[in-house]
């Protein structure tokens, strides 16, 4: 037990003694510059420092062993970071990979609903399909029955009849689909 309480001792007093040096010894690195903060590297120093002394290895020059055990810490932190980095990348390229192929693949079945879409509202009979498409470019009730002069009473029944034939086409459409498969 008093060995202990020498090593914590010894420890201790190392510290103050150095505790300006290893201080200066890790501003010099401008840690902030590499997103690495200062109290780390000093809190792996202190830790290294104590398994020297708990392990009674003897050192005769503390300023040159304090530099080097400094100077081993800072390399230690930034390749840590410069993995976690690069596996922060690596992450970043993968989830952009899968919102790329997710977003073409949503493209492809867009694309593919509008064909559909657009071959079902060709088949309506004429005035339905002149509601149909102003609609299917966001055209209100009022804008439409003014750009085809008629009525909103006229267009709201066309609308909603076109609507409802162009459901039931892409029904009949779905149901052959499925026979063919």
Do not use: C
Not at 25 to 31: A, D, E, F, G, R
Not at 62 to 67: F, G, L, M
Not at 130 to 148: C, M, T
């Amino acid at each position: 037990m008093d060995s202990i309480n020498s090593k914590e001792k010894e420890f201790k007093d190392i510290l103050d003694n150095f505790a300006q040096f290893i201080r200066i010894q890790v501003q010099k690195y401008n840690l902030y510059n590499y997103g690495l903060d200062p109290e780390d590297i000093l809190l792996d120093v202190k830790i290294r420092f104590w398994k020297l002394i708990r392990d009674e290895k003897i050192i005769s020059n503390y300023a040159s062993y304090i530099k080097k055990i400094v100077n081993s810490s800072v390399i230690d932190q930034l390749r840590k970071y410069r993995r976690e980095e690069d596996l922060f990348k690596h992450e970043k390229r993968m989830r952009i990979a899968e919102m790329e192929l997710a977003y073409s693949k949503e493209t492809i079945h867009k694309n593919n609903l509008e064909e559909i879409v657009g071959k079902a509202v060709e088949l309506l009979i004429d005035s339905r399909r002149q509601v149909i498409k102003l609609y299917l470019l966001n055209l209100s009730i009022q804008e439409i029955a003014g750009y085809l002069n008629w009525s909103q009473d006229k267009t709201r029944n066309l609308l909603y009849r076109g609507l409802a034939d162009l459901k039931d086409l892409l029904k009949d459409r779905d149901a052959k689909h499925e026979d063919r498969t």
